[in-house]
């Protein structure tokens, strides 16, 4: 199985910051790579496929980048509706997994 | 609108059933594989398989081999996950999720675009 280690695991920044979550996986992927916000009390969202395809309708402060092992979300300036936890999964291969998540906060 | 509804809360004893419903609308059901994630409490995201609603075709992890059940109606476009055996620590929440956007390198696997409202499922003597 392909495991997927995000960092940090919480994060702590101010409103316009710019915040970088990192996810590994532990073999190549490829850009099988997806990311999915998670309000607190919500259902996962998917926000960025494919390793840097923006969904349609998610804000343009949301970008993805890697390929092979290591990838990066990055929100270019940190607003109060972004507080979250985000996941990476990796789809390149059964089973499909999961990072553990990385909890976005607002300092 | 493009939806996945499903069905409502359950409750549980260690040993029985569970079925979670999850119904779609708005779109081609055969079109696109329905994927099944649950989360425990305070816990992350666990993928549980997919059913491809055309072909009836199913994939399981090893973990939830022997355990689960996904099947589906095409007639309502519907697809349901059946997990058997339950134990304390399957007490989560259940989604199903389509499998919609991106290349798929092997089958099912397209990120999930659209996602289910989620099942509680409680397990508990």
């Known amino acids: 199985d392909i495991q997927m280690t995000q960092s940090p695991s919480s994060l702590s920044a101010s409103v316009g910051d710019r915040v970088t979550v990192t996810c590994r996986a532990s073999?190549?992927?490829?850009?099988?790579l997806n990311w999915y916000q998670q309000k607190s009390g919500e259902v996962p969202n998917l926000l960025i496929y494919?390793?840097?395809s923006l969904r349609g309708g998610v804000p343009s402060r949301f970008s993805g980048s890697g390929s092979g092992t290591d990838f990066t979300l990055t929100i270019s300036s940190l607003q109060p509706e972004d507080v979250a936890t985000y996941y990476c999964q990796q789809s390149y291969s059964s089973p499909l997994t999961f990072g553990q998540g990385t909890k976005v906060e607002i300092k | 609108q493009v939806q996945l509804v499903q069905s409502g809360a359950e409750v549980k004893k260690p040993g029985a059933s569970v079925k979670v419903s999850c119904k779609a609308s708005?779109?081609?059901?055969?079109?696109?594989?329905i994927q099944w994630v649950r989360q425990a409490p305070g816990q992350g995201l666990e993928w549980m398989g997919w059913i491809d609603p055309n072909s009836g075709g199913t994939n399981y992890p090893q973990k939830f081999q022997g355990r689960v059940t996904m099947t589906r109606d095409t007639s309502i476009n519907t697809a349901s996950m059946e997990l058997n055996g339950l134990r304390s620590d399957d007490t989560a929440m259940y989604y199903c999720?389509?499998?919609?956007?991106?290349?798929?390198?092997?089958?099912?696997?397209?990120?999930?675009?659209?996602w289910g409202q989620g099942t509680t499922v409680a397990v508990s003597s």
């Open positions: 073999q190549s992927i490829s850009t099988y």
């Open positions: 999720a389509r499998g919609g956007l991106g290349s798929a390198s092997c089958y099912g696997c397209r990120a999930f675009d659209i």
């Open positions: 708005g779109y081609t059901f055969t079109d696109y594989y």
């Open positions: 494919a390793a840097s």
